[in-house]
């Protein structure tokens, strides 16, 4: 029989790899409860709808990403291609945005897109995402950033990353800009690439960030939208480049920075990294208060980003940053010999745990001679192998035997374990 495989772009994670996961995912939870943001839990299958209204139906996720079907009821439904949309609507359906009430939230899941997998681009990808509600000023903008400084900084990636900031201003701005862009681009038309000359009609904003080197020439002499931008616009900026500077966070502005969805306005911003090829942005987001309206609540200005987690992890691994503890998941591997030893090493095991909760302890199960459990202890990687033979047991004594170097073996009664273990791990 052919065997199964998982669908093409969609990864296991296996035991191996879990731990710089865990560790990731935890450094970032920890973060994010010291800046005072709560998490929030929401299901991976939304209504289609819902992400027709939110994205924008001409952009590259609802026409060709979007992993859709219908359920049994014929409801269209799809994976969710991001956080943002269903965050937005849960916290419209629960009355959480009513009278102002201002929210710090965060979510990590798995996303789809149909999209070419390669490095740094799969069909599955897990992203970190942050959202805040009603809160306008640049003040939170600038907090957002901070955080994510802080983040790069504590995972010994800030001196990879960059920060691209752009404003979109509002969609006024972004409507009379619009036009002279379509001018200077209707005027160069022939010299546009051709996914460049589709979207000069539908989204031609969408244009600016073409990958085409030719079209990308083009752009230098075309009309930039910082030029647009009316005098709020441009002091919303303005304030989040001085509150930047206060924190000490190095920036470029970017003027052809515009995001692929289409509910940006004002702030929008981009950490890339030149480390990892074609997929170089690890963290994107902006400013978006026209999307709670959009989907049918009064209106609540927003501002968030998400972070792609397989890019970051490809970074501190490209860049040789996985933490050395990592390695190591095992301190004690506890061997037994006997029916009446392996009574005493699950007693012992349990004693053992309420005295040293953190201690990370292997019981051997499965049985076999002493010399087959050892090479599994060895293997572990654990420190010490702690050693029971009927002997010992009835003693009510254990064995403490190092693993990494040739120290002697030490005999010890139970009660006494604890407090010698602790002076070693
Ligand atoms: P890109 O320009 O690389 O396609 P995007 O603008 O589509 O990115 P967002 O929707 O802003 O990406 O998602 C935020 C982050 O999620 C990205 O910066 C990236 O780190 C990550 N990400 C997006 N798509 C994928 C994917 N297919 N595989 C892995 N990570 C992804
Ligand atoms: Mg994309």
């Known amino acids: 029989m052919k065997t199964l495989q998982a669908v093409r772009g969609m990864n296991d994670i296996l035991p191996a790899d879990s731990p710089l996961w865990l560790h990731f995912e935890r450094t970032v939870a920890d973060l994010l409860a010291s800046y005072g943001y709560q998490q929030i839990r929401l299901p991976i299958v939304e209504p289609t709808e819902l992400f027709k209204r939110s994205i924008g139906e001409v952009t590259d996720i609802v026409e060709k990403e979007m992993y859709t079907f219908?359920?049994?009821?014929?409801?269209?439904?799809?994976?969710?291609?991001?956080?943002?949309a269903g965050c937005v609507r849960a916290m419209l359906e629960h009355g959480l945005l009513g009278a102002g009430a201002s929210h710090k939230v965060w979510y990590n899941g798995p996303m789809f897109r149909h999209e070419r997998p390669q490095k740094g681009r799969y069909r599955q990808f897990h992203q970190i995402g942050v959202e805040t509600f009603n809160l306008t000023g640049p003040d939170i903008d600038a907090e957002l950033i901070v955080l994510t400084w802080r983040l790069w900084k504590k995972l010994g990636l800030a001196e990879a990353v960059k920060l691209e900031l752009n404003s979109l201003g509002s969609s006024e701005d972004r409507a009379r800009y619009r036009e002279a862009l379509?001018?200077?681009?209707?005027?160069?038309?022939?010299?546009?690439?051709?996914d460049s000359q589709r979207r000069l009609s539908s989204n031609p904003l969408r244009v600016l960030d073409s990958k085409n080197p030719q079209t990308q020439a083009l752009l230098v002499d075309a009309p930039q939208l910082g030029d647009y931008l009316n005098d709020q616009a441009q002091a919303h900026?303005?304030?989040?480049?001085?509150?930047?500077?206060?924190?000490?966070?190095?920036?470029?502005?970017?003027?052809?920075?515009?995001?692929?969805?289409?509910?940006?306005?004002l702030t929008v911003f981009e950490w890339v990294t030149d480390r990892l090829g074609a997929q170089g942005t690890v963290c994107a987001g902006g400013r978006y208060d026209g999307l709670v309206e959009q989907l049918g609540g009064k209106p609540a200005p927003?501002?968030?980003?998400?972070?792609?987690?397989?890019?970051?992890?490809?970074?501190?691994?490209?860049?040789?940053?996985?933490p050395a503890e990592l390695s190591r998941q095992v301190d004690l591997y506890l061997v037994s010999l006997g029916e009446a030893a392996e009574v005493a090493a699950i007693q012992l095991a349990e004693q053992l745990r309420d005295a040293l909760p953190?201690?990370?302890?292997?019981?051997?199960?499965?049985?076999?001679?002493?010399?087959?459990?050892?090479?599994?202890?060895?293997?572990?990687?654990a420190l010490y192998a702690l050693i029971l033979g009927e002997d010992e047991a009835s003693?009510?004594?254990?064995?403490?035997?190092?693993?990494?170097?040739?120290?002697?073996?030490?005999?010890?009664?139970?009660?006494?374990?604890?407090?010698?273990?602790?002076?070693?791990?």
Not at 182 to 194: G, I, S, T
Not at 237 to 253: I, S
């Open 358 to 381: 953190s201690v990370r302890l292997v019981v051997h199960c499965g049985g076999g001679s002493f010399k087959s459990q050892f090479k599994k202890a060895d293997k572990s990687g």
């Open 70 to 84: 219908a359920d049994r009821n014929g409801d269209s439904l799809t994976l969710r291609p991001e956080g943002t």
């Open 237 to 265: 900026f303005d304030r989040l480049r001085a509150l930047l500077d206060a924190a000490g966070v190095p920036y470029v502005v970017n003027p052809r920075l515009v995001r692929g969805l289409d509910y940006y306005g």
């Open 182 to 194: 379509v001018a200077y681009l209707q005027a160069r038309f022939d010299q546009l690439d051709e």
């Open 302 to 322: 927003a501002v968030g980003f998400a972070m792609g987690i397989e890019r970051l992890l490809l970074l501190i691994e490209t860049l040789e940053l996985v």
């Open 395 to 425: 003693r009510q004594q254990v064995g403490l035997k190092p693993l990494r170097d040739h120290g002697e073996q030490e005999n010890l009664a139970w009660q006494d374990l604890p407090e010698r273990l602790r002076q070693l791990l």
